[in-house]
């Protein structure tokens, strides 16, 4: 308040002040950073307060104490394969909201469907156990997020294909998963997948289509497509990071992202076999195992209302960040075929 020394004081700013181009080059512009030398350089009485009220009053320079690091900027520098630590670094900026069966937001099947309303019915992990379900809610559209089978056999594919052709919905929109080993083109065929699980399961040696024409034509077939019904604008994707080294994995980072890029920004549903990070994706070990890449791009991005995926069976359930519902639908429990199976997610 005394500038009884003020060429020392304002050198000591000019210092700052090239500190911050130095590591903020996108926050103070070649502009501001002149007018900053200008005033900290010359040797001069006026009041320093004043100084800084002028450089302050540059925007550029200004947004640097209000700039809000992105999510991709605080998990930059984390190992891709810690989600655990990945999601604790950007966990406080996501609302999360387990949502209750008997919520308004879900249908309480056999209620009436309200008019105008389209009824989405949701499947997921049901490993060649879908007969065990019991009748399932009609409705509009019939979303089955993958892992029908137990590890993708012709008998597998050809009683899903089946059950699919008894239900009366008029859309059927499905994905593979890690287990639908036989409809990975690339891993199942040149990738080692057949010889690895043909020695335990005895596959047949016929290639994926084959596998694939037990299924497709009883339902919308999705792999990194897209397809519009009722107005409703959803993408299917059947890829998961690397877990157990089954059909569909990819290494996290650069691989998944790849696949994540590919997803449409004009989305109203996105389908998945595998969750976003953070998201009904913890195991009964307590360890996170959903996709940093997804969870960004969702947010980011594609912005879809409705995520649906299982995998992750300890998972199921709906939850909500107060923009969208995360719905996982697996069916099966972690005890597959020897405990009740879970219903499927009714949504209105």
Same mark, same amino acid.
């Given at each position: 308040?005394? !500038? @009884?020394?003020?060429?020392?004081?304002?050198?000591?700013l000019? +210092?700052?002040?090239?500190?911050?181009?130095?590591?903020?080059? #996108?926050?103070? +512009?070649?502009?501001?950073?002149?007018?900053?030398?200008?005033f900290?350089?010359?040797?001069?009485? %006026?009041?320093?307060?004043?100084?800084? @009220?002028?450089?302050? +009053?540059?925007?550029?320079?200004?947004?640097?104490?209000? @700039?809000?690091?992105?999510?991709? $900027?605080?998990?930059?520098?984390?190992?891709?394969?810690d989600?655990?630590?990945?999601?604790?670094?950007?966990? +406080?900026?996501?609302?999360?909201?387990?949502?209750?069966?008997?919520?308004?937001?879900?249908?309480?099947?056999?209620?009436?469907?309200? $008019?105008?309303?389209?009824?989405i019915?949701?499947?997921?992990?049901?490993h060649?156990? =879908?007969?065990?379900?019991?009748?399932?809610? %009609?409705?509009?559209?019939?979303? #089955?997020?993958?892992?029908?089978?137990?590890?993708?056999?012709?008998?597998?594919? $050809?009683?899903?294909?089946?059950f699919?052709?008894?239900?009366? !919905?008029p *859309?059927?929109i499905?994905?593979?998963?890690? =287990?639908? /080993?036989?409809?990975?083109?690339?891993?199942?065929?040149?990738?080692?997948?057949?010889?690895r699980f #043909?020695?335990?399961?005895?596959?047949?040696r016929?290639?994926?289509? $084959?596998?694939?024409?037990?299924?497709?034509?009883?339902?919308?077939?999705?792999e990194?497509?897209?397809?519009?019904? *009722?107005?409703? @604008?959803?993408?299917?994707?059947?890829?998961?990071? %690397?877990?157990?080294?089954?059909?569909?994995?990819?290494?996290?980072?650069?691989?998944?992202? %790849?696949?994540?890029?590919?997803?449409?920004?004009?989305?109203?549903?996105? /389908?998945?076999?595998?969750?976003?990070?953070?998201?009904?994706?913890?195991?009964?070990r307590?360890?996170?195992?959903?996709?940093?890449?997804?969870?960004? !791009?969702?947010?980011?991005?594609s912005?879809?209302?409705?995520?649906?995926?299982? !995998?992750? *069976?300890e998972?199921?359930?709906?939850?909500?960040?107060?923009?969208?519902?995360?719905?996982?639908?697996?069916?099966?429990t972690?005890?597959?075929?020897?405990?009740?199976?879970?219903p499927?997610?009714?949504?209105?």
């Amino acid at each position: 308040t005394t !500038h @009884k020394r003020p060429q020392t004081l304002c050198l000591s700013l000019s +210092s700052f002040c090239s500190f911050v181009r130095l590591t903020h080059p #996108h926050t103070i +512009s070649n502009t501001s950073a002149s007018l900053a030398s200008s005033f900290f350089l010359r040797r001069t009485t %006026e009041p320093v307060l004043s100084i800084l @009220k002028t450089l302050l +009053s540059s925007c550029t320079f200004s947004t640097m104490f209000w @700039k809000k690091r992105t999510d991709a $900027e605080l998990i930059a520098n984390v190992d891709p394969n810690d989600p655990d630590k990945a999601w604790d670094k950007i966990k +406080s900026r996501y609302a999360q909201k387990l949502i209750d069966s008997k919520s308004p937001l879900l249908s309480t099947y056999p209620a009436p469907k309200p $008019e105008g309303n389209t009824r989405i019915v949701i499947l997921s992990d049901t490993h060649s156990l =879908h007969d065990r379900l019991g009748p399932i809610p %009609e409705g509009d559209i019939l979303i #089955h997020a993958g892992d029908f089978s137990n590890v993708g056999s012709l008998g597998d594919c $050809e009683g899903f294909g089946q059950f699919l052709a008894s239900l009366p !919905h008029p *859309h059927k929109i499905v994905i593979a998963g890690n =287990h639908d /080993v036989s409809f990975d083109r690339e891993g199942f065929q040149a990738g080692g997948l057949f010889d690895r699980f #043909h020695r335990r399961y005895r596959l047949d040696r016929l290639p994926c289509e $084959e596998y694939r024409q037990k299924v497709i034509p009883f339902c919308t077939y999705r792999e990194d497509q897209r397809t519009q019904v *009722h107005g409703l @604008k959803s993408y299917g994707m059947p890829w998961q990071p %690397e877990f157990c080294d089954w059909a569909f994995n990819l290494q996290r980072g650069r691989q998944m992202q %790849e696949k994540v890029d590919l997803i449409p920004h004009d989305i109203d549903i996105l /389908v998945s076999h595998g969750p976003p990070l953070g998201f009904l994706d913890t195991t009964d070990r307590g360890n996170r195992t959903g996709s940093a890449e997804m969870l960004l !791009h969702i947010k980011e991005k594609s912005k879809p209302k409705l995520v649906i995926f299982g !995998h992750i *069976h300890e998972g199921y359930g709906v939850m909500s960040d107060g923009t969208r519902l995360y719905i996982n639908g697996s069916n099966c429990t972690t005890r597959y075929g020897m405990a009740a199976l879970n219903p499927p997610i009714v949504l209105d």
